[in-house]
C-alpha cells in the first residue's frame, strides 16, 4: 500500500514504523512490512536506519521526548511536588484508558528484548532510570519521610498502569482506572 505524502522518507519511515512498534510490537513488525506500510522501498529505509535495531533505539529516544514533554504539560501548571505527581498520575489514568494506549513502548522493548546488553533495552533502562530520578526528586520536594520508596512505589504504579493498558484497552474495567488514588494514597502515607 502506497502512502502518497509531502512527509520527507525518513520522517514517514519513522512515523511508520513508530506506530507500527507500538501498536503491534518490535519483533511482530518486519522491515518488509515498514517499507510496504510507509510506500517507501526497503533501500531508503536501510539508507537512513542501517538495521532495525537502529530504527527500534530511535523510535524509543523519540519517545523518552515525547513522555517527558508531557510530562512538563502536564505537572507544569502545579503549584507543589505533591500536586506534580498527582496531575501526572491523573493524566496517566486517562491515557492509560484511551483507544491510543498500547501500554509503555519501554517495558514492551524490554519485554520482547530481555538482553541488558541489547541496545534498546539499554535506552529503556535508562528511560525507567531517569523517571525514577524525577519521582524521587519529587518526594523529597513533597516532604516524604522515605523519597526512594515512595519514588519506586509510584513507579511500580506508573508501570502497572502501562500494563493494564495493554491487557485491558480501553475497556471501562481496565484497573488504570484507579491509579491516581493509589498514587495519592502512597503520598498522603509518606508525607
Given amino acids: 500500500m502506497s502512502m502518497k ?5 525518513k520522517d514517514q519511515l519513522f512515523q511508520t514504523a513508530a506506530r507500527l512498534f507500538y ?12 517499507a510496504a506500510e510507509s510506500g517507501i522501498g ?9 538495521s532495525k535495531d537502529d530504527l527500534i533505539v530511535a523510535f524509543l529516544r523519540d519517545s523518552d521526548d515525547v513522555f517527558w ?3 512538563e504539560e502536564v ?10 505527581l498527582l496531575a501526572f498520575f491523573g493524566s496517566l489514568s486517562e491515557y492509560a484508558r484511551s483507544p491510543a494506549c498500547y501500554g509503555c513502548p519501554f517495558l514492551n522493548v524490554a519485554t520482547e528484548y530481555p538482553d541488558p546488553a541489547y541496545p ?3 535506552v529503556a533502562l535508562a528511560h525507567k532510570q531517569t523517571v525514577r530520578a524525577r519521582f524521587r526528586q519529587l518526594a523529597e520536594e513533597a516532604g516524604a519521610r522515605q523519597p526512594a520508596a515512595l519514588a519506586d ?8 498502569a502501562f500494563m493494564a493498558a495493554r491487557m485491558f484497552g480501553a475497556s471501562p474495567d481496565n484497573p488504570a482506572a484507579h491509579v491516581k488514588w493509589a498514587a495519592q494514597q502512597l503520598i498522603d502515607a509518606q508525607c
Avoid: N
Avoid at 23 to 34: F, K, L, P, S
Avoid at 153 to 160: Q, R, S, Y
Fill in 5 to 9: 505524502s509531502d512527509v520527507a522518507p
Fill in 23 to 34: 501498536q503491534r510490537g518490535y519483533r511482530a513488525v518486519g522491515v518488509d512490512t515498514i
Fill in 42 to 50: 526497503k533501500m531508503t529505509l536501510y539508507r537512513h536506519f542501517p
Fill in 69 to 71: 514533554r508531557s510530562f
Fill in 75 to 84: 505537572t507544569g501548571d502545579a503549584p507543589t511536588a505533591r500536586e506534580k
Fill in 120 to 122: 534498546g533495552h539499554q
Fill in 153 to 160: 512505589g509510584l513507579h511500580l504504579l506508573m508501570d502497572g
